[in-house]
T-cell receptor, first 116, second 113 residues
């Protein structure tokens, strides 16, 4: 299995809602990533988990809360988002457990989020 | 810190023509360089990657790129464009410590029949 899967594909939420994005991989990768991608822009790194521990947090607002329950699963909990948070949220994984951003990253298809 | 520029936010080529997508980087340490492709409504996929050694790197789908240190460039080429190559292409750079990674702004490739 060489896939990174993400659910849901699309999500519409109000500013007072709480929702979660889910990412799963079964490649035995030990590093997992969340990216945010606005339209016609490159992905921006949000978080990196290494061996299920948060290793990099790129100054992301606390209304985004990541969680890595096990080595195959990565969640992004959303609460009190703003309309400007509307974007494509991409999950990725890479093989090594150390934070090594020289490694090839394998991306999921993303969750397209709209905040009303 | 690393940075990447991609000349041309949009490039159009005819089917069968040469594809050339430009990437220039800035890095104070030896870089690792990547090209990723993003098809519409999909995630990103690695096309090719330069680490060390041979400066001409061959990737998937007939793409290749050449690392030119003197020009701080890593341009992506394909001899003959196919309709299925239409996508967004991102150049990216990491330092050799693996602690920093940044994407360039992207180039959208259109292939005309």
């Amino acid at each position: 299995d060489t896939e990174v899967t993400q659910t849901p594909k699309h999500l519409v939420m109000g500013m007072t809602n709480k929702k979660s994005l889910k990412c799963e991989q079964h490649m035995g990768h030990r590093a997992m990533y969340w990216y945010k991608q606005k339209a016609k822009k490159p992905p921006e790194l949000m978080f990196v988990y290494s061996y299920e521990k948060l290793s990099i947090n790129e100054s992301v607002p606390s209304r985004f809360s990541p969680e890595c329950p096990n080595s195959s699963l990565l969640n992004l909990h959303l609460h009190a988002l703003q309309p400007e948070d509307s974007a494509l949220y991409l999950c990725a994984s890479s093989q090594s457990g150390g934070v090594d951003l020289t490694e090839t990253q394998y991306f999921g298809p993303g969750t397209r989020l709209l905040v009303l | 810190a690393q940075s990447v520029t991609q000349l041309g936010s949009h490039v159009s080529v005819s089917e069968g023509a040469l594809v050339l997508l430009r990437c220039n980087y800035s890095s104070s340490v030896p870089p690792y360089l990547f090209w990723y492709v993003q098809y519409p409504n999909q995630g990103l996929q690695l096309l090719l990657k330069y680490t060390t050694g041979a400066t001409l790197v061959k990737g998937i789908n007939g793409f290749e790129a050449e690392f030119k240190k003197s020009e701080t460039s890593f341009h992506l080429t394909k001899p003959s464009a196919h309709m299925s190559d239409a996508a967004e292409y991102f150049c990216a750079v990491s330092d050799n410590y693996g602690q920093n990674f940044v994407f360039g702004p992207g180039t959208r490739l259109s292939v005309l029949p």
